[in-house]
C-alpha cells in the first residue's frame, strides 16, 4: 500500500495515477450487477483485497461518510476512492468511469424501446450473475464485519438495525437512529477512543415504446429536463423505490411527459443493467428528448453527487478526530453493514432458485477463498452459466 498517513492517523490521499484509476472503474462499471450493497462488495474487493489502496477501516468510513449526502451512494463511494488514489483528478474520473458504460448501455436499451417497443431480453444473463454477486457480497460483508463491528455494543445495534430493516422500516430512519445511538452512547459513557435500489424481481417491460415525447426539443424543454433531474439528484436519499416516487412525481404528474408505464419500464432498465439505479434518467431523458435528452439526464442527475463528495472530502478525515464524531460515524458504519446484508438476503430470495444457482453462489465463495480473480471473471462466469441455462431450458 503506498499511502502516507496524517497526523491525525487517517492515511492520506495515495499517489496513484488517473490512469489507473480510468481503468478500474470503466470495468467496475461495466460488470457491477445487483445495486449498491453488490457494487459496494466488489470495490471492496478490488481495491482493499486486491489492490491495497485503502484498508478496511478507512473504506468502510468512506462507505458511512456517503449515507451523510443525497444521491446514488454506491457512485459516491466510487468518486470518493478515486479522490483516496488520485486526488481530484481522480475524484472526477473515477466518477465518470463508474458511471459511463451504463449511460451507454442504457442509452442503446433506450433506443431499441423507442424504436422496437421493446427491449432485448436479460433474464437468461442474470439468472447466473446474480448468484454470483450474491458470493462477492457475503464474502465482503465477513470481511467488514471484523473491522465495523468492533464491540458487543456495535454488534448489537447491527443486529437491531437488519431486524428493523427486514420488517419495513426504511433505511434513512434506521441509519439515523444508528449514527445518534452510537453518538448518545459514547457520550454517556464519557470514553474517547479514536476512531439501497435493490435488485428485486425484474418486472416485466411493457412494451409502450414509440418516438420521445420531443423529437425536436427546445432549449425550454431541454433546460427542464435538467434542472428536474438536477433537483432529483440534489434531494434524494434512500433506494430505488424513492428514486421511483420522485421520478413519477416530477415527469409523470407534474410535467405528464411519461406514463407511469414507461417509467416502471425506465426502472427495470436501471436495474437490470451494471452500474448505477441512476442511470433510469439516461433512460427517461432519452424518451422525453432522444440522445440529447439522455446526455442532459445523465449529466444532472449525477452532477450534484460530485459536488457533494467534493465537499465532503474536506470533512471525512477530520471525522475520527472527534471522540463524538467518531463515535456516530462508528455506528453508521455498523448500521450501513446491517443495510447491506438485509439487502443481500432480500436479493437471495428470487435469485436462488434452484441448486444450480446455489452452486454458483458456493463456489463463487470458495474462489474468493482460494484466488485472487479479478471480480470480473466471476460476471462473465455467472453470464455464460445463465446463457447456457437459457438456451438448455
Given at each position: ?89 481522480g475524484l472526477i474520473t473515477a466518477g465518470v468511469c463508474f458511471i459511463v458504460p451504463a449511460a451507454l448501455m442504457v442509452t442503446v436499451l433506450a433506443w431499441a424501446y423507442v424504436t422496437y417497443g421493446d427491449t432485448p431480453a436479460v433474464e437468461g444473463i442474470l439468472y447466473g450473475i446474480v448468484p454470483a454477486v450474491i458470493g462477492i457480497i457475503i464474502w465482503a460483508l465477513a470481511a467488514l464485519l471484523r473491522t465495523v463491528v468492533k464491540n458487543l455494543w456495535l454488534g448489537v445495534l447491527a443486529a437491531a438495525a437488519l431486524a428493523a430493516y427486514l420488517a419495513g422500516v426504511n433505511e434513512l430512519p434506521v441509519l439515523a437512529f444508528g449514527a445518534v ?213
Open positions: 500500500m503506498d499511502q502516507a498517513s496524517e497526523p491525525n492517523g487517517v492515511p492520506a490521499p495515495g499517489r496513484g495515477s488517473v490512469r489507473e484509476v480510468a481503468v478500474i472503474f470503466l470495468r467496475l462499471g461495466t460488470v457491477a450487477f445487483g445495486g449498491p450493497a453488490a457494487h459496494t462488495a466488489m470495490m471492496r474487493e478490488e481495491l482493499v483485497r486486491r489492490r491495497g489502496w485503502v484498508t478496511d477501516e478507512r473504506f468502510v468510513d468512506l462507505m458511512g461518510a456517503t449515507n451523510l449526502i443525497p444521491g446514488p451512494n454506491s457512485t459516491e463511494l466510487a468518486i470518493h476512492l478515486g479522490h483516496e488514489r488520485a486526488r481530484w483528478r445511538a452510537a453518538a448518545a452512547v459514547r457520550a454517556a459513557r464519557s470514553v474517547r477512543r479514536p476512531g439501497g435500489h435493490h435488485l428485486t424481481g425484474l418486472p416485466l417491460l411493457t412494451g409502450t415504446g414509440g418516438l420521445p415525447v420531443f423529437t425536436d426539443p427546445t432549449l425550454g424543454q431541454l433546460t427542464q429536463l435538467f434542472l428536474g433531474m438536477l433537483k432529483i439528484g440534489s434531494v434524494l436519499y434512500g433506494s430505488g423505490y424513492v428514486l421511483l416516487a420522485f421520478l413519477q412525481g416530477e415527469f409523470v404528474d407534474r410535467l405528464a411527459w411519461i406514463t407511469r408505464e414507461q417509467l416502471v419500464d425506465a426502472i427495470s432498465i436501471g436495474q437490470v443493467t451494471p452500474g448505477p439505479v441512476f442511470t433510469t434518467a439516461t433512460f427517461i431523458g432519452y424518451l422525453v428528448a432522444g440522445p440529447v435528452g439522455a446526455f442532459l439526464a445523465t449529466v444532472a442527475i449525477f452532477l450534484p453527487s460530485f459536488v457533494f463528495v467534493g465537499l465532503l472530502t474536506r470533512l471525512t478525515d477530520s471525522l475520527r478526530s472527534r471522540a463524538w464524531t467518531s463515535a456516530l460515524l462508528d455506528g453508521l458504519n455498523a448500521t450501513s453493514l446491517a443495510l447491506m446484508a438485509g439487502v443481500t438476503l432480500k436479493l437471495s430470495r428470487p435469485a436462488l432458485v434452484d441448486p444450480l444457482t446455489i452452486a454458483i453462489t458456493a463456489v463463487t465463495l470458495i474462489l474468493l477463498w482460494r484466488t485472487r480473480l479479478n471480480s470480473a471473471w466471476y460476471i462473465a462466469g455467472g453470464a455464460l452459466i445463465g446463457l447456457a441455462h437459457l438456451a438448455w431450458t
